[in-house]
Protein backbone atom coordinates (compact mmCIF):
# COMPACT_ATOMS: atom_id res chain seq x y z
CA UNK A 1 0.00 0.00 0.00
CA UNK A 2 1.26 3.61 -1.02
CA UNK A 3 1.02 6.68 1.36
CA UNK A 4 1.59 10.48 0.94
CA UNK A 5 1.35 12.15 4.15
CA UNK A 6 0.85 15.51 3.66
CA UNK A 7 1.74 18.13 6.62
CA UNK A 8 0.89 21.46 7.37
CA UNK A 9 2.32 23.14 3.68
CA UNK A 10 1.73 26.90 3.10
CA UNK A 11 3.04 28.65 -0.21
CA UNK A 12 2.76 32.31 -0.52
CA UNK A 13 3.55 33.71 -4.18
CA UNK A 14 5.41 36.61 -4.93
CA UNK A 15 3.08 38.79 -5.62
CA UNK A 16 1.46 37.80 -1.99
CA UNK A 17 -1.54 35.53 -2.91
CA UNK A 18 -0.97 32.74 -0.48
CA UNK A 19 -2.04 29.84 -2.82
CA UNK A 20 -1.56 26.96 -0.03
CA UNK A 21 -2.95 27.51 3.57
CA UNK A 22 -2.03 24.74 6.42
CA UNK A 23 -2.36 21.88 3.99
CA UNK A 24 -2.92 18.83 5.64
CA UNK A 25 -3.84 14.94 4.05
CA UNK A 26 -3.30 11.49 3.82
CA UNK A 27 -3.99 9.38 1.00
CA UNK A 28 -3.45 5.93 0.26
CA UNK A 29 -4.47 3.82 -3.01
CA UNK A 30 -7.26 4.33 -4.90
CA UNK A 31 -8.73 7.70 -6.56
CA UNK A 32 -8.53 10.53 -5.13
CA UNK A 33 -10.59 13.31 -5.96
CA UNK A 34 -9.02 17.32 -5.50
CA UNK A 35 -12.37 19.27 -6.18
CA UNK A 36 -12.54 22.81 -5.99
CA UNK A 37 -12.56 26.03 -8.49
CA UNK A 38 -10.01 27.42 -10.75
CA UNK A 39 -7.54 29.47 -8.80
CA UNK A 40 -8.48 27.37 -5.47
CA UNK A 41 -4.86 26.15 -5.50
CA UNK A 42 -4.92 22.68 -6.72
CA UNK A 43 -2.51 23.20 -9.36
CA UNK A 44 -0.10 24.41 -6.98
CA UNK A 45 -0.75 21.18 -4.42
CA UNK A 46 0.03 19.00 -7.51
CA UNK A 47 2.94 20.93 -8.39
CA UNK A 48 4.58 20.77 -5.01
CA UNK A 49 3.62 17.02 -4.33
CA UNK A 50 5.37 16.16 -7.42
CA UNK A 51 8.32 18.24 -5.98
CA UNK A 52 8.16 20.82 -8.81
CA UNK A 53 8.18 23.71 -6.78
CA UNK A 54 8.96 24.02 -2.91
CA UNK A 55 6.27 25.09 -0.39
CA UNK A 56 7.48 27.64 2.43
CA UNK A 57 6.55 25.70 5.40
CA UNK A 58 5.28 22.04 5.92
CA UNK A 59 6.66 18.18 5.07
CA UNK A 60 5.43 15.89 2.60
CA UNK A 61 6.57 12.18 2.77
CA UNK A 62 5.80 9.29 -0.21
CA UNK A 63 6.10 5.73 1.16
CA UNK A 64 8.52 6.90 4.08
CA UNK A 65 10.76 9.38 2.11
CA UNK A 66 10.95 12.87 3.11
CA UNK A 67 9.61 14.81 -1.07
CA UNK A 68 11.36 18.08 0.16
CA UNK A 69 14.70 17.10 1.02
CA UNK A 70 15.19 14.31 -1.52
CA UNK A 71 12.53 15.02 -4.62
CA UNK A 72 13.98 12.29 -6.42
CA UNK A 73 12.76 9.94 -3.94
CA UNK A 74 8.86 10.78 -5.78
CA UNK A 75 9.91 11.40 -9.08
CA UNK A 76 11.13 7.82 -9.67
CA UNK A 77 7.67 6.51 -8.70
CA UNK A 78 5.63 9.66 -9.94
CA UNK A 79 3.84 9.86 -13.72
CA UNK A 80 2.55 13.42 -13.97
CA UNK A 81 0.13 14.42 -16.22
CA UNK A 82 -0.40 18.28 -16.57
CA UNK A 83 -2.93 20.35 -17.55
CA UNK A 84 -0.95 22.03 -20.44
CA UNK A 85 0.31 19.72 -23.13
CA UNK A 86 3.73 20.77 -24.87
CA UNK A 87 4.49 20.48 -28.55
CA UNK A 88 5.08 17.19 -29.97
CA UNK A 89 7.85 15.88 -32.39
CA UNK A 90 6.79 15.20 -35.46
CA UNK A 91 7.74 11.51 -34.35
CA UNK A 92 5.13 8.44 -34.30
CA UNK A 93 3.69 8.16 -30.82
CA UNK A 94 5.27 4.76 -30.50
CA UNK A 95 8.90 6.75 -31.19
CA UNK A 96 7.36 9.28 -28.83
CA UNK A 97 6.81 7.02 -25.98
CA UNK A 98 10.10 5.12 -26.51
CA UNK A 99 12.22 8.62 -26.30
CA UNK A 100 10.68 9.35 -22.90
CA UNK A 101 10.85 5.79 -21.58
CA UNK A 102 14.89 6.32 -22.48
CA UNK A 103 14.54 9.76 -20.39
CA UNK A 104 13.03 7.62 -17.39
CA UNK A 105 15.92 4.95 -17.32
CA UNK A 106 14.06 2.02 -19.30
CA UNK A 107 17.41 1.56 -21.33
CA UNK A 108 16.73 -2.08 -21.69
CA UNK A 109 15.24 -2.43 -25.25
CA UNK A 110 13.01 -5.43 -24.59
CA UNK A 111 11.60 -4.08 -21.37
CA UNK A 112 10.86 -0.58 -23.16
CA UNK A 113 9.11 -2.99 -25.94
CA UNK A 114 6.94 -4.97 -24.14
CA UNK A 115 6.13 -1.66 -21.77
CA UNK A 116 5.23 0.23 -24.42
CA UNK A 117 3.24 -2.16 -26.48
CA UNK A 118 1.19 -3.10 -23.26
CA UNK A 119 0.85 0.55 -22.34
CA UNK A 120 -0.88 1.25 -25.67
CA UNK A 121 -2.76 -1.95 -25.71
CA UNK A 122 -4.82 -0.31 -22.09
CA UNK A 123 -4.71 3.03 -23.54
CA UNK A 124 -6.43 2.08 -26.68
CA UNK A 125 -4.19 3.46 -29.12
CA UNK A 126 -1.83 0.54 -30.33
CA UNK A 127 -3.44 0.84 -34.03
CA UNK A 128 -3.01 4.46 -33.74
CA UNK A 129 0.90 3.94 -33.10
CA UNK A 130 2.43 4.76 -35.90
CA UNK A 131 0.26 8.25 -36.10
CA UNK A 132 2.25 11.58 -35.07
CA UNK A 133 0.48 12.86 -31.57
CA UNK A 134 -0.26 16.22 -33.00
CA UNK A 135 -2.83 15.49 -35.26
CA UNK A 136 -4.81 12.94 -32.64
CA UNK A 137 -8.03 14.10 -31.27
CA UNK A 138 -7.92 15.61 -27.51
CA UNK A 139 -9.38 12.43 -26.33
CA UNK A 140 -6.76 10.51 -27.88
CA UNK A 141 -3.98 13.23 -26.51
CA UNK A 142 -5.29 12.59 -22.65
CA UNK A 143 -5.06 8.53 -23.36
CA UNK A 144 -1.26 9.36 -24.95
CA UNK A 145 -0.91 11.03 -21.80
CA UNK A 146 -1.78 8.63 -19.98
CA UNK A 147 0.54 5.90 -21.18
CA UNK A 148 3.25 8.48 -20.78
CA UNK A 149 2.36 9.08 -17.39
CA UNK A 150 2.36 5.17 -16.29
CA UNK A 151 5.90 4.73 -18.04
CA UNK A 152 8.17 2.97 -15.63
CA UNK A 153 5.64 1.64 -13.44
CA UNK A 154 4.68 4.65 -11.38
CA UNK A 155 2.85 4.02 -7.96
CA UNK A 156 1.80 7.58 -7.74
CA UNK A 157 0.14 9.56 -10.76
CA UNK A 158 -0.91 12.79 -10.65
CA UNK A 159 -3.95 14.40 -13.22
CA UNK A 160 -4.96 17.89 -13.27
CA UNK A 161 -8.12 18.73 -14.83
CA UNK A 162 -8.37 16.10 -17.31
CA UNK A 163 -11.83 16.21 -18.78
CA UNK A 164 -11.81 19.49 -19.86
CA UNK A 165 -12.99 19.60 -23.16
CA UNK A 166 -13.68 15.85 -23.80
CA UNK A 167 -16.67 14.51 -25.51
CA UNK A 168 -19.04 12.02 -23.33
CA UNK A 169 -17.89 8.89 -24.98
CA UNK A 170 -14.04 9.96 -24.53
CA UNK A 171 -14.75 11.00 -21.31
CA UNK A 172 -16.28 7.95 -20.14
CA UNK A 173 -13.33 6.13 -21.53
CA UNK A 174 -10.86 8.27 -19.80
CA UNK A 175 -13.30 7.16 -16.48
CA UNK A 176 -12.51 3.57 -17.48
CA UNK A 177 -9.19 3.66 -17.77
CA UNK A 178 -8.35 5.73 -14.51
CA UNK A 179 -10.71 3.02 -12.83
CA UNK A 180 -8.49 1.04 -14.18
CA UNK A 181 -5.19 1.91 -12.65
CA UNK A 182 -6.39 3.55 -9.29
CA UNK A 183 -7.06 -0.13 -8.26
CA UNK A 184 -2.95 -0.29 -7.17
CA UNK A 185 -1.55 2.63 -7.40
CA UNK A 186 -2.80 6.14 -5.87
CA UNK A 187 -4.47 8.40 -8.59
CA UNK A 188 -4.47 11.77 -7.40
CA UNK A 189 -6.92 13.81 -9.65
CA UNK A 190 -7.43 17.52 -9.64
CA UNK A 191 -10.69 19.02 -11.22
CA UNK A 192 -13.39 21.46 -11.15
CA UNK A 193 -16.14 19.07 -12.38
CA UNK A 194 -17.74 17.01 -9.72
CA UNK A 195 -19.26 14.44 -11.58
CA UNK A 196 -15.47 13.51 -12.12
CA UNK A 197 -15.23 12.76 -8.61
CA UNK A 198 -18.21 11.85 -7.95
CA UNK A 199 -18.08 8.47 -10.86
CA UNK A 200 -14.14 8.16 -10.48
CA UNK A 201 -12.90 8.71 -6.86
CA UNK A 202 -12.99 6.69 -3.49
CA UNK A 203 -11.65 9.70 -1.14
CA UNK A 204 -11.82 13.57 -2.22
CA UNK A 205 -11.23 16.95 -0.60
CA UNK A 206 -12.55 20.16 -1.31
CA UNK A 207 -10.61 23.17 -2.12
CA UNK A 208 -11.38 26.44 -1.53
CA UNK A 209 -8.94 29.50 -1.54
CA UNK A 210 -5.82 27.45 -0.57
CA UNK A 211 -7.22 25.51 1.74
CA UNK A 212 -8.88 21.70 2.19
CA UNK A 213 -12.26 22.60 3.94
CA UNK A 214 -14.20 19.11 3.55
CA UNK A 215 -12.27 15.43 2.98
CA UNK A 216 -14.69 12.06 3.08
CA UNK A 217 -16.08 9.93 0.70
CA UNK A 218 -17.59 11.54 -2.47
CA UNK A 219 -21.06 9.76 -1.98
CA UNK A 220 -21.16 11.67 1.29
CA UNK A 221 -19.90 14.96 0.45
CA UNK A 222 -20.95 15.18 -2.98
CA UNK A 223 -25.28 14.68 -2.17
CA UNK A 224 -24.60 17.20 0.94
CA UNK A 225 -23.29 20.06 -1.63
P1 LIG B 1 -6.03 26.05 -9.35
O1 LIG B 1 -5.15 24.99 -9.90
O2 LIG B 1 -6.99 25.56 -8.32
O3 LIG B 1 -6.70 26.87 -10.41
P2 LIG B 1 -3.57 27.49 -8.73
O4 LIG B 1 -2.72 26.68 -7.83
O5 LIG B 1 -3.23 27.52 -10.17
O6 LIG B 1 -5.09 27.07 -8.52
O7 LIG B 1 -3.57 29.00 -8.20
C1 LIG B 1 -3.86 29.37 -6.86
C2 LIG B 1 -3.66 30.88 -6.72
O8 LIG B 1 -2.27 31.18 -6.85
C3 LIG B 1 -4.39 31.68 -7.77
O9 LIG B 1 -4.81 32.89 -7.17
C4 LIG B 1 -3.31 31.96 -8.79
O10 LIG B 1 -3.56 33.17 -9.48
C5 LIG B 1 -2.07 32.08 -7.93
N1 LIG B 1 -0.84 31.65 -8.62
C6 LIG B 1 -0.62 30.45 -9.22
N2 LIG B 1 0.63 30.39 -9.71
C7 LIG B 1 1.21 31.57 -9.40
C8 LIG B 1 2.51 32.12 -9.63
N3 LIG B 1 3.47 31.44 -10.26
N4 LIG B 1 2.75 33.37 -9.18
C9 LIG B 1 1.80 34.06 -8.53
N5 LIG B 1 0.57 33.60 -8.27
C10 LIG B 1 0.27 32.38 -8.71
P1 LIG C 1 6.03 -1.97 -36.37
O1 LIG C 1 5.97 -2.09 -37.86
O2 LIG C 1 5.88 -0.56 -35.87
O3 LIG C 1 7.20 -2.68 -35.74
P2 LIG C 1 4.26 -4.20 -35.95
O4 LIG C 1 2.86 -4.25 -36.41
O5 LIG C 1 5.27 -4.97 -36.71
O6 LIG C 1 4.71 -2.68 -35.80
O7 LIG C 1 4.27 -4.69 -34.42
C1 LIG C 1 5.29 -4.35 -33.54
C2 LIG C 1 5.32 -5.37 -32.44
O8 LIG C 1 4.06 -5.41 -31.79
C3 LIG C 1 5.60 -6.76 -32.92
O9 LIG C 1 6.56 -7.35 -32.06
C4 LIG C 1 4.27 -7.47 -32.82
O10 LIG C 1 4.45 -8.83 -32.46
C5 LIG C 1 3.62 -6.74 -31.70
N1 LIG C 1 2.16 -6.75 -31.83
C6 LIG C 1 1.41 -6.62 -32.93
N2 LIG C 1 0.10 -6.65 -32.65
C7 LIG C 1 0.01 -6.80 -31.31
C8 LIG C 1 -1.06 -6.91 -30.40
N3 LIG C 1 -2.35 -6.87 -30.80
N4 LIG C 1 -0.78 -7.04 -29.09
C9 LIG C 1 0.49 -7.06 -28.68
N5 LIG C 1 1.55 -6.97 -29.48
C10 LIG C 1 1.32 -6.86 -30.79
New binding site residues.
Given amino acids: MNELIINNINKTYANGVKALDDVSVTITNGMFGLLGPNGAGKSTLMRTIAALQEPDEGSISFNGNDVIKDPSAIRRQLGYLPQEFGVYPKI?A?RLLDHLAILKGILDNRER?EQI??LL?QTNL?QD??KVVSTFSGGMRQRFGIAQALLGDPQLIIVDEPTAGLDPEERNRFHNLLSEIGENIIVLLSTHIVEDVRDLCTRMAIMSEGGLVLEGEPRQLIKDL
Avoid: L, N, P
Fill in positions: SYKEAQYRK
